[in-house]
């Protein structure tokens, strides 16, 4: 697919001094909750997946940082033998861009909350959704609407019926299109069709405030899913009061999106219009596991250089700089 | 026409002529001066609320990039469009079957032997994945229109094709040799639109899928 240029944008006056001014306000925010700030070596030592920037050093193939929360997760478990809690993170990665409109260098910022295994992880969860919400009034976004999703509404019933593989995909790729009659085409003569097409309808059937999980009530993994519905509920009824006057919380009950790395609670920050999600995370807490330490994670990003697009192309929708 | 007005992507062609006479008499009717016009964006019965006309084939990439909200189109084209959209709702109209066809006489088996394969073809994903199910190769030969001129030419064994009602097929000697999919009406929005104002899209979407389905 041909690919919109420019490919690795160079940032203009305002631009610049934009993303000067939201980084130093995200962290800041970071900070002032105790995330301390770590810096991944552009070049990270992890195996090269597809899609990053490679280039060869001499004989050796590297190539540049293409995500943070991996670049991270390697030197955290490299370096540390317990972990630390709070980490945030700011700089640019670069990837070859699915969406033709996405540039290859991205500027990000973000933050990772990393606890022992055992620890509850419950409160974590909430504490990063609470910091989440204060992201759009440090941008100076005029309004926003914050997504809480659940990996596990997906990938719990999924590997109850022992689905994987192609079949796997195909229903979570059907899930992600909001398309529920392709999720019925997918399951075609499949045992569990009836069943998982039902919680598909369940899931899709909404997209609005708290009153959202009683979907859940209608899918025939109601029960299974239980936990993660008492998790959102209490999540919900500690996030609610503390809403700032110009953010909306809704529920999705369909977020699959990172659904093969989040294992639990995933957040999405969007603004009315946005095209694209501004920020976006959720639990992973795989990740330290396959790499040898007994650590679970939850994080998120705030994906400037999509902020920064917008800014030029919706400015309504920030207010202007003192 | 404001700034906020949201556009609905209309597939002109097969689609587009059994899809306006659906939406007459609902808040969605186009313009009817507008479509004798050669205006591709038309004024619909709700203010606020235009259609813009595109090639099917356009048209997933209107909708993916956001231009359009909302976007009628068949799964065919979907199928061979890797874009990143919803798709809300099968709207069952434009029914149609992706099919294998060839000259009369000419079997499944005479063209899985020959050693040398040619299909033409406007849906070569749907082809290529066919053929990988069926561990054969053959040569494609991508076309964009008439492509049931291509076995009485001699530019191809056999073409994958929408056949509807097979009229086109029959008048060209041509016969379906085997289904490979079937093809309907689809309802799409854009991710952005969707997820970031479903208060404004929803309402428009059920509408739709009310007058439509």
Redesign the interface.
Known sequence: MPVRTPHFPDLLFDSAARLRRWESALMGLLEAHGYRELHPSLVPRESIPDGALRFFDGEELVALRWDFTVALAGLLARRFPTPPPRVSYAGAVFRRP??P?EAVERFEVGCERIQPEGESSGEADVELARLLMAIPGALGLKSA?L?LGNAALVRRPLEAEGLAGDLADAVVSALS???P??VREALHGHPAADRLAAHAEALLSE??GPGTLDALQASPYADLLRDERDHMDRALKSLLPILPPNLEL?V?LADVAGLDFYTGPTL?L????????LAAGGRYDRLFPGLGRPWQAAGFCVRLSRLLDLAVTRPDLFEQPQ | MTPQTLLIAFPKGRLGDELVPRLASTPLALDADALKSRVLRIPTATPGVAALLLKGADLPRYV???VASLGIVGSDTLDEMDM???????LGFGACRLSLCALAGVTLETLRAKPHLRLATKFPKATEAWLTREGLTAELVPLSSSAELAPLLGLADAIVDLVQTGGTLKAHGLVETLVLGRSSA?LV??????????GRI?PLADLLIAALR
């Open positions: 699915v969406q409109w609407i997504h299109r909001r398309a009659h392709r997209l609005d809704r999705d999405r969007w603004a009315p219009g946005a095209q694209q999600e | 993916a990039a956001g990143d959209l919803l798709e809300l709702a099968d689809r929005a854009a991710r952005g639109a969707y997820l970031s104002e479903p929803r």
